[in-house]
């Protein structure tokens, strides 16, 4: 239940986040009649703007995608209003604050939810504005914060020391929006409500694991930020490592927010740093054709750049459940297709003899994240025949035949309203992230040590080498046999 009373504050609301994702996500729960009747929403950013103004940059995304919904539009715009921070400070804030006392006048209680849809160079500033002027006196506040929370385990600790003073961890929701898809979520029915893959989810009968996340887009005029940033803060040390966290953790005690967070935390404590020999990192050149550009041609974009727009990277936990076996993980821009997906790679069969006329393939179920979610489990079937006994492989397919699948971000939106935070991201489970990927960073950042990423040509499939680095990784028994 969202908490009567309950105000959102957009901080950054010209900017792209809330253009592009926050407000059409709110508006998806405006129409599922999801959002109380004295539920507002304010908008806060630094430019000079008139309600008008400020209603036409929610309108015009939302026209776009939903041109059927104009009267839910209207009342949705009743409940948004603007403050402008454009003369910085205590003033901005001062302004902020009394939006929120008019919006309270009479009320006995009321709730404060910040989005922090904000760069993070200004961002431990304006948390310390907010807590100072704007925290609830009657009611709950909490903040919403994005990544990048830091840029290594040290930057992001220190992040947390600044937000410290200010906020209770169960007040501070960190937001994945992976953790908001469909096929992420479903990881937990999966695992913990089928015996039938419970049972066999484990080193014994798995050979391998694979996550990927590839983009066939570049860094399309994001050169600036992608280049200090690259695939693995981007997406690797958060995205895949929480769908992997999910994959591989142990059942939780319950689906409460404490219980999940704390198993995601302890497995990814099992997982060992990832060493510099066991990736390939790559960087993207035009494409074949010369029609696509290359990383460096981006503006603001350095020749000399060396920053990692690929990267695949086998990782390893060292527990009871999982030891021995090799987790590829994924993630680059500018290749041939956008496809998020997991699959696990299973055992081959050890009455594969008995089949003469064929050999046997493992099987595979591919969980597949987007797009066209699903999950697909390919096993080993008699072509039928009269006259001989072949065997191919065939997928049992479960699709979600068009029914209508939540945006992540009207999940996760729903989820802070609500204050729960099962979807949210733990301090621990942050810590336990960036100790995996840390090192790697630090070895890929040190200027002394000059290492340069592989080049692949745009809308390819990654750097030469890529396809036996994978194999070298994969059904390493049934080669040896
Ligand atoms: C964001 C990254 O977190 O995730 C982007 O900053 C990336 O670079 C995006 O493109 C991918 O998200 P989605 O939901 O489009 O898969």
Redesign the pocket.
């Known amino acids: 239940e969202i908490q009567e009373n309950t105000i959102l504050v957009i901080l950054g609301a010209s900017g792209d986040l809330a253009k592009k994702k926050l407000f059409p996500a709110l508006f998806g729960l405006e129409r599922r009649c999801l959002l109380p009747t004295d539920f507002k929403i304010v908008g806060f950013a630094p430019d000079e703007m008139t309600h008008d103004n400020f209603l036409s940059i929610i309108r015009s995304p939302i026209n776009l995608e939903s041109p059927r919904f104009a009267e839910q539009l209207e009342q949705f715009c009743q409940r948004c209003s603007y403050v402008s921070g454009h003369e910085g400070g205590e003033k901005s804030f001062r302004a902020l604050r009394r939006r929120l006392e008019q919006l309270g006048t009479g009320k006995k209680e009321q709730n404060r939810l910040f989005y922090m849809a904000l760069p993070p160079s200004i961002f431990t500033g304006m948390q310390e504005g907010l807590r100072k002027h704007c925290y609830s006196e009657r009611g709950a506040s909490r903040i919403i914060i994005e990544?990048p929370f830091g840029h290594d385990l040290e930057s992001s600790r220190e992040l947390q020391r600044a937000l410290d003073p200010n906020w209770r961890e169960d007040e501070i929701f960190r937001v994945d929006?992976y953790l908001g898809k469909e096929v992420v979520n479903n990881l937990l029915v999966l695992r913990f409500g089928n015996e039938i893959f419970g049972a066999i989810w484990n080193a014994r009968h798995i050979d391998n694991i694979e996550i990927s996340?590839t983009?066939s887009g570049g860094a399309e005029g994001r050169g600036s930020y992608f280049n200090g940033v690259g695939a693995i803060r981007?997406?690797m040390q958060n995205?895949l490592t929480q769908i992997l966290a999910l994959l591989t953790m142990e059942r939780p005690r319950s689906f409460s927010a404490e219980d999940l967070c704390a198993e995601k935390a302890r497995v990814l404590d099992w997982m060992l740093p990832i060493e510099y020999v066991n990736t390939i990192i790559g960087q993207y050149e035009k494409s074949e054709d010369g029609e696509k550009p290359a990383f460096k041609d981006e503006e603001d974009v350095p020749n000399d750049s060396r920053c990692a727009t690929f990267c695949a990277a086998v990782g390893h936990i060292e527990n009871e459940r999982w030891a021995g076996i090799p987790f590829l993980l994924k993630a680059g821009k500018a290749l041939n297709e956008s496809l998020?997906e997991i699959k696990i790679h299973f055992k081959p069969s050890t009455n594969a003899a008995i089949f003469t006329t064929d050999p046997l393939a493992s099987n595979t179920m591919t969980i597949r994240v987007?797009p066209s979610e699903g999950v697909f489990l390919s096993i080993n079937t008699f072509v039928p025949s009269l006259t001989t006994q072949k065997t191919s492989a065939m997928d049992l397919d479960l699709t979600y035949h068009g029914r209508e699948i939540p945006e992540?971000y009207e999940v996760l939106l729903l989820d802070a309203l609500k204050g729960d935070k099962a979807r949210s991201v733990r301090g621990d489970e942050l810590d336990a992230s960036w100790k995996i990927w840390t090192p790697l960073l630090h070895f890929l950042d040190d200027e002394n040590a000059e290492v340069r990423p592989r080049e692949y040509a745009y809308g390819s499939n990654g750097p030469e080498g890529l396809g036996e680095f994978i194999a070298s990784y994969q059904n390493r028994k049934s080669k040896a046999s």
Do not use: G, S
């Open positions: 990544k929006h996340i983009e981007d997406v995205h998020t987007q992540a």
